[in-house]
């Protein structure tokens, strides 16, 4: 099976050409093992390219545990430019995801992808949690790189499975306010079951919460381990968001060949 390896700012994932319909969607085991990064080729998710009638394309995304998970962010910011190098559309395309519609430019090395809208933003007993394509916990941190003030994989693993988020449990972010305009942040994922170098849904999330409790106007700028990203969006009055874009690079890393 051909394959093709993206990564959009070190959240990186295994890209299928799966427009022939082929590809064994129900193997669970097969995809996680594909995700593998001792036995198979190594990602956080693993993304078929599908034919949708009305679209360029659609995404169906799989965590790397195997199992089909909710909107990734970078992930549609990969899939737009695997789809891009493929010759399915010039700069502007329209694809399906799980959550719905999504819009997005190639506009150079960076992807402007237009994120579904946000209803608002909920305190869940004393913690902040939003929905954006993926369920999100943001929490404001005074330093985040100190271990003594937050340990991103312990501390994330707890709240990723408390009940307040179940049945599905959520995904976890620290947030530090660096300057009035960037923030830097890190994230425990589910479905990984670990921190990432960047997480899509999850810097997007981290946004909107900043300008919900610290006032910070869009675009806000998100330094992550794996690199730097912006979010722009539009405050609505009733607390909800539109016109929300997750805009960074994504890039091709390298191409290959599995048995499966």
Same mark, same amino acid.
């Given at each position: 099976?051909?394959?093709?390896?993206?990564?959009?700012?070190?959240?990186?994932?295994?890209?299928?050409?799966?427009?022939?319909?082929?590809?064994?969607?129900?193997?669970?085991?097969?995809?996680?093992?594909?995700?593998?990064?001792?036995?198979?080729?190594?990602?956080?998710?693993?993304?078929?390219?599908?034919?949708? *009638?009305?679209? %360029?394309?659609?995404? &169906?995304?799989?965590? /790397? +545990? =195997?199992?089909?998970?909710?909107?990734?962010?970078?992930?549609?910011?990969?899939?737009?430019?695997?789809?891009?190098?493929?010759?399915?559309?010039?700069?502007?395309?329209?694809?399906?995801?799980?959550?719905?519609?999504?819009?997005?430019?190639?506009?150079?090395?960076?992807?402007?992808?237009?994120?579904?809208?946000?209803?608002?933003?909920?305190?869940?007993?004393?913690?902040?949690?939003?929905?954006?394509?993926?369920?999100?916990?943001?929490?404001?941190?005074? *330093?985040?790189? %100190?271990?003594?003030? &937050?340990?991103?994989? /312990? +501390? =994330?693993?707890?709240?990723?499975?408390?009940?307040?988020?179940?049945?599905?449990?959520?995904?976890?972010?620290?947030?530090?306010?660096?300057?009035?305009?960037?923030?830097?942040?890190?994230?425990?994922?589910?479905?990984?079951?670990?921190?990432?170098?960047?997480?899509?849904?999850?810097?997007?999330?981290?946004?909107?919460?900043?300008?919900?409790?610290?006032?910070?106007?869009?675009?806000?700028?998100?330094?992550?381990?794996?690199?730097?990203?912006?979010?722009?969006?539009?405050?609505?009055?009733?607390?909800?968001?539109?016109?929300?874009?997750?805009?960074?690079?994504?890039?091709?890393?390298?191409?290959?060949?599995?048995?499966?």
């Amino acid at each position: 099976m051909d394959f093709f390896k993206y990564q959009g700012t070190g959240n990186d994932f295994v890209m299928i050409d799966d427009r022939s319909g082929a590809f064994p969607v129900d193997n669970q085991t097969l995809i996680a093992k594909i995700c593998h990064r001792r036995f198979g080729i190594g990602a956080d998710g693993l993304i078929l390219l599908q034919n949708d *009638d009305g679209y %360029d394309f659609r995404m &169906v995304y799989f965590n /790397a +545990d =195997g199992a089909e998970g909710s909107m990734c962010g970078n992930g549609g910011r990969c899939i737009v430019r695997f789809a891009h190098d493929l010759g399915l559309f010039t700069d502007k395309t329209r694809f399906r995801a799980v959550d719905g519609e999504h819009l997005a430019e190639v506009r150079g090395d960076e992807i402007f992808l237009k994120m579904s809208d946000v209803s608002g933003i909920e305190d869940r007993r004393g913690v902040t949690f939003l929905h954006t394509g993926s369920p999100h916990v943001v929490q404001f941190v005074i *330093d985040l790189d %100190d271990a003594d003030v &937050v340990n991103v994989v /312990a +501390d =994330g693993r707890a709240l990723r499975y408390d009940s307040r988020f179940a049945p599905g449990g959520t995904n976890v972010n620290y947030v530090q306010v660096v300057d009035r305009n960037t923030l830097y942040v890190r994230t425990y994922e589910r479905g990984v079951e670990d921190e990432t170098y960047s997480c899509g849904t999850g810097v997007t999330a981290v946004a909107l919460a900043a300008h919900a409790r610290h006032t910070m106007a869009g675009p806000i700028a998100i330094k992550t381990l794996g690199g730097n990203l912006r979010v722009s969006f539009n405050p609505l009055p009733n607390g909800a968001f539109d016109s929300i874009y997750l805009i960074g690079p994504a890039q091709r890393v390298f191409a290959g060949e599995i048995a499966v």
